[in-house]
């Protein structure tokens, strides 16, 4: 029998060691796994790589890891929002790779199709082609990018079912599917937790196959980073 | 000379009937409200979303419908949401029919420079690198001066590049810019500025031929 399920977050992330590779969903704010960086912080687990795309800001998502030190190295494609992320990066206190983002996202997709590497016309002439193998394809340029390799992958989704299918909601789906494939351990945290078959086949985004923890989130706050509005005329 | 408003307003009239076009954040941004009557495109965000809508009323705001800036956005009709990496396939694959981006420095052969000033700004490339590799139609909206004074078309960039050749047109407050083998061609002045003022702000090698009209808005 399937058994998943996890009671929360502490008890989903209590077997991250210290030193972990892990990766975490979300673009900006936007579905990040709020629960399990919570429990991150509560655990003290230290000296972690995190890949994810972004580093939250000062007081929310990763930014919460950076402030109590708990984060080694970032692989990140864009830190602009974090001041306490670049006083770390700036002093040397922290490692940092920044890689383009479709960079990311493709290592990610890689590693949950099996593939050792990619091709990318990303970076090619740029300092990110430091070091990289540069391969010619129909007169064009492409780096060698290997597939990530990270211990723990977590991400959240809106609905989930206790088989871990996840389906994810608007723009906050960006990294979870190809996260949700590619670490060793898959936690998922979900906004709306049901027992296996109350979800439509025909519109998961993530099956269950890649998904070996799934929880009940809690307390979502949802922090908006930019918030843009017009007025009714 | 041009406001941001103009220079987005400008850069307006390069769209066509039917592009998908992915718009960077600061200038680019703005270009989405000169969109010329009788025409619409669809407005690609890297994170996940074909067909940006305009900001939310007050009363519309969710967290999950977010751009390529983190604003809150909302959607069109025949809007659709997709993953990251889907994301960077339309457009590694050459589906986007036009890019705008800002732009620290841009140079003669259509080097563009907009992600990293060594020592003093460490924010990354997010998803520009990947757009000027792949994207068939570059245009840069920037100032043409820094706050000193010093142009920011030049013979060569300075600064840690981000993606080699590929500006095909620039926009600045003083005038539109072809990139063409022998530097930048002056298209347009704006309103106001001279070819010889537009020479003295420019580094790299600028082309004149000919009459150089003033733009219309």
Known sequence: MLNKLVTNADEAVKDIPDGATIMLGGFGLCGIPENCINA?????????????NNAGVDDFGIGLMLNTRQVKKMISSYVGENAEF??????GELEVELIPQGTLATRCLASGYGMPAIFTPAGVGTEVANGKEIREFNGKQYLLEYAFDSDFAIVKAWKGDTHGNLIFRETARNFNPMMAMAGKITIAEVEELVPAGELDPDQIHTPGIFVNRIFQG?????RIEQMTTRLKS | MLDKFGIAKRIAKELKDGYYVNL??????LVANYVPEGIEVILQSENGLL????????DEVDADLINAGKQT?????????????LSFGMIRSGRVDLTVLGAMEVAENGDIANWKIPGKMVKGMGGA??????????????????????????????????GLGCVKKVVTELGVFDIVPEGFQLIERAPGITVEYIKEKTEGHLLVVGEIPEMIL
Do not use: W
Request: hydrophobic share 40%; net charge positive; proline share 5%.
């Open chain 2, 24 to 29: 960077g954040i600061g200038i680019p941004t």
């Open chain 1, 218 to 222: 809690s307390d979502y706050e949802k």
């Open chain 2, 129 to 162: 690198m990947d757009l000027v590799a792949a994207a068939k139609n570059i245009i840069v909206a920037m100032q043409h001066v820094d706050k000193k004074g010093n142009s920011k078309l030049l013979k060569r960039c300075t600064l840690p590049i981000t």
């Open chain 1, 86 to 91: 670049e006083r770390q990066l700036l002093s």
């Open chain 2, 51 to 58: 067909g940006i809508g305009p900001f939310p009323y007050a």
């Open chain 2, 73 to 85: 956005v909302t959607t069109t009709n025949g809007s659709s949401f997709f993953d990251s990496a």
């Open chain 1, 40 to 52: 991150l912080v509560k655990s003290g687990v230290k000296n972690l790589t995190c890949i994810s």
